[in-house]
């Protein structure tokens, strides 16, 4: 297979020496900046900063699929709805910890992620956007459903708490909450990373470009691309049961069909395909519909449509694009 | 047994929505092999438009061309404008710019209209006929969507400009060639499926009621059908469309209850492509390489 022979050579020559030293610089900006609202953002401001790590989060999942893997996804929401009733039925009906909820969540959510994934391989394109659209439409009225209302709550929902810091820290819930979601949303950004620059992250990709030639090149599309769906449903779903944690509370109106529209703009918005796009992504969707709000209280979707559009047309590669290009002429 | 048969003819009477629907789906994807996203909110938008001239007093069928002609050209100035520039871009962009339309249209809608569920008035005898067995309103929503089905496959049927279009979108670069304005006629393809949806919408909203949301279900239950009849065929979506609606009313009525009404749509949608991707009436799809 060419592309193992190549690939490990080209990514060597594009790695700096000793990338650590590099960006130890870059990085330890970044651990400041993250830690820094603990100290200083009241309770409010750290629950939306925490909220826009779980944004992330879901977004990267989002991106995995639809950004390296092409398969256009509109129903993102409803893996996120699922995986915040995975978490919510467990701490309420079986009284489990909360940390036991995440891993289940994402092992469920990736299972309903690879039978979803697995029609949708038929499904080219818009297709699968539609189908995946109408799944987001379906779910809220399937968690309302009579026949399920003994776990789900129907339309009242479902309410947990927020867990108390661990070892008798002295944090609040919601600084022990920020710093649990940065910790994990850092572990699956830098495992989403690796797994891109593996070989595997390469083959999803060639998938992506052309089809065709990357299974003339021996790469099974078909396992790729279900496999693809299900580890990008699981990102989310984990996404989803740190929101319910978070908000302390899931009812089906709050995983409407806007929830995965809010996930597509974001991912558009912090860039399509990047890793750290979706960080940027889930810091927009929380806090532009505020600002937006502020300039006209009565339209803020018309402005989150209109920013939509103009990132398409200005800029494609979305704020992690920008950096990109700002960096490169930085560097030249 | 006669209430099955009036879930039957009022499962036809919303299939016919459904079925214009599709073939604006349909239209729209033969054309430019996208499927528009914002069809339901721009028929929905089209809608208050034609309540706005209503109640300002124009007679109904006025308001109705009326509309339909300035969603026409809300159609067209659409394509000039967002998706011709965008024409080479990938289909995440187009999907994208569909998403911006989407939540512009329908905000905008209830920016400028309110948000409050508003009566639309119907322009048929109000009342049931046939001893029951079907309203007034069902009857004339059928007939109109008949005939609005009937005159589009004459116009692509007999009319030169509907043979360019045809030719455009089979083959772009041969059209080109022979003299037909490629571009034009697919901004004439964004504005007949706009002006198509407008009629759904006001044929629709005297059943469920005007309200900024109103075509986000129907949308769904019109790709059902597009996809059930092929989604390159628009006969077949019209019948598709038609089906739908029986499917959706029964189902409905008799199997699921309202509150999974859309489920059902997901169904079929998930269904045809697991059974039978290329629809009941659709080609299967060769490609060379």
């Excluded at chain 1, 505020?290 to 047309?313: H, M, T």
């Excluded at chain 2, 994208?96 to 400028?112: C, K, R």
């Amino acid at each position: 297979m060419a592309s193992e022979t190549t690939t490990p050579t080209v990514l060597a020559s594009a790695r700096p020496a000793r990338p650590a030293l590099r960006y130890a610089g870059l990085l330890w900006a970044i651990g400041i900046a993250l830690l820094l609202p603990l100290f200083t953002a009241e309770s409010y401001r750290l629950f939306q900063l925490t909220l826009a790590a779980i944004y992330a989060i879901a977004i990267l999942g989002l991106n995995l699929v639809t950004g390296y893997n092409g398969q256009i996804s509109l129903g993102h929401g409803a893996f996120y709805a699922v995986g915040a009733y995975v978490a919510a039925i467990m701490m309420d009906k079986f009284g489990l910890p909360y940390w036991s909820t995440l891993p289940s969540a994402a092992v469920v959510c990736g299972l309903v992620g690879y039978g979803i994934g697995f029609p949708a391989l038929r499904l080219g394109g818009l297709y699968l956007a539609l189908t995946t659209f109408s799944l987001a439409v379906a779910v809220p009225q399937i968690l309302k459903y009579k026949g399920i209302e003994e776990w789900t709550g129907g339309v009242q929902g479902v309410l947990v708490f927020k867990p108390d810091a661990p070892f008798g820290l002295p944090l609040s819930n919601d600084q022990y909450l920020y710093l649990l979601t940065v910790a994990i949303a850092l572990g699956v950004f830098l495992l989403a990373r690796n797994l891109m620059a593996s070989r595997i992250g390469r083959a999803i990709m060639a998938i992506r470009d052309h089809g065709l030639a990357a299974e003339a090149m021996g790469m099974d599309a078909a396992r790729l691309k279900t496999s693809t769906f299900a580890v990008s449903a699981g990102i989310t779903g984990l996404a989803g049961a740190l929101s319910a944690i978070a908000v302390e509370f899931v009812s089906p109106d709050s995983f409407q069909v806007a929830l995965s529209i809010t996930l597509f703009v974001g991912m558009v918005v912090g860039g399509v395909a990047s890793i750290i796009g979706p960080a940027f992504g889930g810091l927009f969707v929380v806090f532009v519909p505020n600002l937006a709000e502020e300039v006209s209280k009565a339209a803020p979707g018309v402005i989150y449509g209109i920013i939509l559009i103009a990132f398409l047309f200005v800029l494609p590669g979305g704020v992690a694009g920008l950096l990109r290009r700002l960096a490169a002429r930085l560097h030249r | 047994m006669n209430g099955f048969l009036h879930q039957v003819i009022a499962g036809i009477a919303t299939g016919g929505i459904y079925a214009s629907v599709a073939l604006a789906l349909v239209m729209i994807y033969q054309a430019t092999h996208h499927v528009n996203f914002a069809q339901g909110e721009m028929a929905t938008f089209s809608t208050y438009i034609a309540l706005t001239l209503v109640q300002a007093g124009w007679p109904f069928w006025l308001a109705f061309v009326a509309t339909i002609g300035i969603s026409f050209c809300i159609g067209v100035l659409i394509e000039r404008v967002l998706m011709r520039p965008m024409d080479k871009a990938p289909v995440l962009t187009h999907v994208g710019l569909f998403i911006g339309l989407v939540l512009v249209i329908s905000n905008l809608t209830g920016w400028v209209f309110d948000y409050t569920v508003k009566p639309f008035p119907s322009p048929f005898h109000d009342g049931p006929l046939f001893g029951g067995l079907v309203t007034g309103h069902e009857l004339g929503s059928t007939a109109v969507t008949l005939v609005v089905l009937g005159l589009v496959y004459l116009f692509f049927r007999y009319t030169r400009l509907g043979l360019a279009m045809r030719a455009a979108a089979f083959n772009p670069a041969s059209a080109r060639l022979v003299g037909v304005r490629v571009g034009w006629m697919l901004a004439l393809g964004w504005g007949l499926a706009s002006g198509i949806g407008a009629i759904a919408g006001i044929m629709v909203a005297p059943v469920v009621f005007l309200e900024p949301n109103m075509m986000l279900g129907i949308l769904l239950y019109a790709f059902a059908g597009a996809l059930l009849g092929g989604i390159d065929n628009p006969g077949g979506a019209v019948i598709g469309g038609f089906a739908v609606g029986v499917i959706e009313n029964l189902g409905g009525t008799y199997v699921v209850g309202t509150e999974l009404k859309l489920t059902m749509a997901l169904v079929i949608i998930i269904g045809v492509l697991l059974v039978r991707p290329a629809g009941l009436f659709g080609r299967v799809v060769l490609s060379r390489v």
